[in-house]
């Protein structure tokens, strides 16, 4: 994180679902990361951790980077 950046961590709860997401306000994350998460060993163990918890994983760029995890509740 550079000097001014903010990074968040939030976890809330629906009916159905626990949600974690987590953001920032850098520069966002590449396209050729986001289009492929494997080239990414950091991004490439959530996918395979979200895979294990049956959880929908979004990894986007909205106003930096924005990863979100929707774990169902069990």
Do not use: M
């Not at 629906?14 to 080239?39: A, L, Q, R, Y």
């Not at 106003?63 to 929707?70: D, N, S, T, V, Y």
């Amino acid at each position: 994180v550079k000097d001014g950046e903010k990074v968040s961590v939030c976890l809330f709860a629906t009916n159905s679902h626990w949600i974690v997401e987590i953001k920032d306000s850098g520069d966002g994350i590449p396209e050729t990361i986001e289009e492929n998460p494997d080239d990414s060993f950091g991004l490439f163990l959530v996918k395979k951790l979200s895979y294990q918890l049956n959880a929908a994983l979004q990894i986007k760029n909205e106003k930096g980077a924005l990863i979100r995890i929707q774990i169902p509740k069990v």
